[in-house]
């Protein structure tokens, strides 16, 4: 057990519909990153946020956003859901955000199934 | 642009045999190296790092790895693997661009053969 909480599990939806999915990182970690791990893409870093505040963003479509509590926890909201984003979306946390040295500890996953 | 390759996609070894599974790395900089190991269903683990010194790093599992700049690899071994080792392997680079990101190399699938 890592620590990173992500619920729900699993989640499947519609074409057009859209869904939240929730990370709780490990207790005393600022960092937040979201990642995507699908058969054609493999696994794929979407965003980062570092104490509420977004760090960094990689390969994260339109239609994607997050953000970062004052709780620190943090919600991937995906809208005008595709086939194409079902996939498993990972959450990681880790100490702090340039650290060179840090590591990031990855939660069990949500899996996204679009019907 | 940075990536990580692992040449495998599928490897089958038997109970008790020995393990490499192959990374190669394209990174400007120093890289940070991590392996991950994905069991079925499950989320990622890490196994262990290289972020400097000692290029032969153990982890945890009975895991260990090389870095080897010359040849840009940063190999996973293990001496005897077990049945509860089958899973996925990841092995990732360390991004410093702003901000910390891993880049993943594809996978590697390890069946283990009774």
């Known amino acids: 057990d890592s620590g990173v909480t992500q619920t729900p599990k699993h989640l499947i939806t519609a074409t057009g519909q859209r869904v939240t999915l929730r990370c709780s990182p490990r207790s005393g970690d600022l960092s937040v990153y979201w990642y995507q791990q699908s058969l054609d893409q493999g696994l794929q870093f979407l965003i980062q946020?570092?104490?509420?505040?977004?760090?960094a963003k990689g390969n994260i479509l339109e239609r994607f956003s997050a953000q970062q509590f004052p709780d620190l926890h943090s919600e991937l909201n995906l809208s005008s859901l595709e086939l194409g984003d079902s996939a498993l979306y990972f959450c990681?946390?880790?100490?702090?955000?340039?650290?060179?040295?840090?590591?990031?500890?990855f939660g069990p996953g949500t899996r996204l199934t679009v019907l | 642009a940075q990536s990580v390759t692992q040449p495998d996609i599928h490897i089958t070894v038997s109970d008790g045999a020995s393990l490499e599974l192959r990374c190669n790395y394209s990174?400007?900089?120093?890289?940070?190296l991590f392996w991950y190991v994905q069991s079925p269903g499950q989320g990622l683990q890490l196994l262990l790092k290289y972020f400097s010194g000692d290029t032969l790093v153990q982890g945890i599992k009975g895991f260990e790895a090389e870095f080897k700049r010359s040849q840009s690899s940063f190999n996973l071994r293990k001496p005897s693997v077990h049945w509860s080792d089958a899973a996925e392997y990841f092995c990732a680079v360390g991004l410093i661009q702003g901000a910390q990101k891993l880049v993943f190399g594809q996978g590697t699938r390890l069946t283990i053969n009774p």
């Open positions: 990681a946390s880790s100490p702090a955000d340039r650290q060179n040295t840090d590591t990031q500890y």
């Open positions: 990174y400007g900089a120093t890289p940070y």
């Open positions: 946020y570092y104490n509420g505040e977004e760090r």
